[in-house]
């Protein structure tokens, strides 16, 4: 099985593929590749050449692909559309399978390190999303249990997301909201390097991959993109007559 994974949700662009082997049910990797940039001039310009470079390396093509994975937000509206967008037209196309994984999510599990993290994306306002998970890397498996669920908040409310967590237990705080509020949240946890600023390829496939056994694949006809907060452009009111 050949998956491609992608995210669009931040400003930092990523895209991988990971092969695994069909004859073991364990999801044994044979091969991966990844890469992660800004996404300058943005998704829009430099998504699909990316995937196409990506998947060059490993002498794939997109109708090689038997799964998508991508990451479904929060995130920029732009960016989540320009995903979303791909994925579908992607599965249309080449026939693939298609599977939307939380952001925050998929930066909580990159974030290398065990315990409580807490991924959070500049949200823009002054405001970020934020989530709380416990990441695990037990007998070479990672595991990671949501603990506090997504919102959007401003950085002075990070502590109700560590209401009934105990002091003693230390907090790792990663993403780019953690980047642009580190004095706002310095006193909050520890502030993991900005390299966990975007999700990992690699670990988005993979996890794209246990939700895909578990749950099935996402329709495409009615899947959406995860925005949390309600986008800043609306469609004109019509003065009715």
Known sequence: MLILAFDTSTFQGSAGWVLIKDDTGDNQVEAFAKISAPAKPGHAETLLHRLGVILETGGHEMKDVDLVVFGIGPGTFTGLRIGISTAKGIAASCGASIKGVPTLEAIALGAGVDGLVAPLLDA??????????????????????????????????????????????????????????????????????????????????????????????DDPMTLEPNYIRKPDAKLPIRNRQ
């Open 124 to 217: 823009g306002r002054g405001e970020i999303y934020a989530a709380m998970y416990r990441v695990s890397h037990k007998a070479g498996l990672l595991t990671c249990t949501m603990i506090s669920d997504e919102r959007v908040i401003s950085p002075s409310r990070f502590s109700d997301l560590t209401s009934g967590i105990s002091r003693e237990e230390p907090v790792y705080l990663t993403g780019s909201g953690a980047q642009k509020y580190r004095e706002d949240l310095a006193d909050m946890g520890v502030i993991l390097p900005l390299q966990t600023i975007a999700p990992d390829a690699y670990l988005l496939a993979l996890r794209g991959l246990e939700l895909f056994k578990s749950d099935g694949p």
